[in-house]
């Protein structure tokens, strides 16, 4: 029951995830329907209440226990229960009832995402840069021809995006380009068919119940 | 200089700064604004799902309007609550199997038709193939290149037979195909992060400062 039940689920909702692709037929239209536009995306929204308990449990137990760095994790609850607040009774432009304005000072969802999500994500994203440019210094290094192959394709393409590889030879931005539309996509094409495969196998492994292990440990 | 006045500008800019500072070494700043962002993230995450999804497509048809269907849709949402009640935390597998189920069964017609039969189609030496690269005559040239560099990575990959003879040789062009496409995936992706760190320094220099214009 424990594990049976999950299995046969994932079997039948496999089978209607496949066949709502040749299967005109309104009854299955109309599930695969309800499926998509209802249950899913409400099951999606409960998933991320897991994820937030999860979320929260982690720091509540850090700061109970004084964990390292265990002040943090009040800046982030607190932080949570105000974005959240404002969020679920201001509204997201704040057409809510709780006002999300002090005088010409807004503190609306929109503007908070817009101020603080899209700042700190590209920002974090950013300094990624620094850290591939560190590492790529210490591993890239020319000891073999496949290396010295990647080096070089990388090196080109970074050049050839740049006003300073047109300045170099009006003829690199179009090389770099070459590189992009014909090695590349034939190597990246022949992983993705590769990875295609694997996908299909997996996917038809967990349809059929041979791949188990998404239903953790427990009893059966 | 034309400092801003716009206390979000600052608010931005401190963030931004204090991410960067980790650049030094981790520190109380870089900790404070990484928290903060997990928090403002998540808090935000919890306000675009209930305004976007649980009371348009839950709550306002099931209550209001007396859609009883969405019951169950409900009742199994629940059942992921399940995993914090260690007695009957085997119900969250309910949940997980017919989310899992359906797109793991959607994915295997969407992929065999988008990564396999497309790519395959893509790749093969047809005469719309040639034209597609605007290249003249040199389009052939491309088009056996790249339906080289496919077999030749595909047999790079096959490993039921060792790698001797015929299939020495493929993979061998194969490996070159494909570390020219990591480099190129490679140089592609730290120059988009460049890009984001000339719009954060403009940010910083532009909005915030007033440096640059």
């Known amino acids: 029951m424990k594990k049976g039940l999950p299995l046969i689920l994932v079997f039948i909702c496999g089978i209607l995830g496949i066949i709502q692709y040749f299967a005109p037929h309104p009854v299955v239209q109309d599930t695969d329907n309800f499926f998509r536009n209802n249950l899913l995306k409400i099951l999606a929204a409960f998933a991320l209440v897991l994820g937030l308990g999860s979320l929260l449990k982690v720091h509540m137990d850090k700061i109970k226990r004084k964990r390292e760095n265990w002040q943090y994790s009040w800046v982030l609850i ?108 034939a190597g990246q094409r022949g992983i993705l068919i590769g990875v295609a495969f694997g996908i299909l196998a997996t996917a038809l492994k967990i349809i059929l119940g041979i791949e188990r292990s998404w239903l953790g440990g427990g009893g059966e | 200089m034309n400092i801003s006045l716009d206390p979000w500008i600052w608010i931005s800019a401190l963030l931004t700064v204090s991410i960067f500072s980790f650049l030094y070494r981790d520190n109380p700043f870089y900790r404070f604004a990484e928290h903060i962002f997990v928090g403002v993230a998540n808090g935000w995450a919890v306000t675009f799902y209930w305004h976007n999804i649980l009371v348009p497509s839950l709550f306002d048809p099931l209550f209001r309007r007396g859609q009883l269907l969405l019951i169950i849709p409900f009742i199994i949402g629940i059942l992921y609550l399940t995993r914090f009640i260690p007695r009957v ?97 490679f140089g592609y992706t730290v120059m988009a992060r460049i890009s984001l760190l000339i719009g954060r320094l403009q940010f910083l220099l532009g909005d915030w400062l007033g440096v640059i214009h």
């Open chain 1, 78 to 185: 607190i932080v949570f229960i105000i974005t959240s607040i404002i969020g679920l009774f201001g509204g997201v432009t704040g057409e809510g009832p709780l006002p999300t304005r002090i005088g010409s000072f807004s503190f609306d969802n929109q503007t908070i995402y817009d101020n603080v999500i899209v700042p700190l994500g590209s920002t974090m994203f950013a300094l990624l840069a620094f850290f591939m440019a560190s590492a790529a210094y210490r591993a890239f290094r020319a000891r073999s021809t496949e290396a010295t192959l990647l080096l070089a394709s990388a090196f080109i393409v970074m050049l050839g995006v740049l006003p300073l590889g047109d300045r170099i030879s009006p003829h690199l931005p179009s090389f770099a380009q070459w590189i992009m539309d014909v090695p590349n996509v």
């Open chain 2, 89 to 185: 935390s085997w119900l969250v597998r309910i949940p997980i199997g017919i989310t899992m189920g359906y797109y793991v069964g959607a994915s295997i017609p969407a992929d065999v038709q988008a990564y396999i039969i497309k790519q395959t189609q893509g790749t093969i030496l047809t005469s719309q193939n040639f034209q597609a690269w605007n290249a003249g005559n040199m389009g052939v040239v491309w088009s056996i290149i790249l339906f080289v560099g496919v077999i030749c990575t595909l047999s790079y990959f096959y490993f039921s037979k060792e790698h001797k003879g015929v299939l020495g040789i493929t993979s061998r062009i194969g490996i070159i195909f494909v570390m020219i496409g990591f480099g190129a995936a």
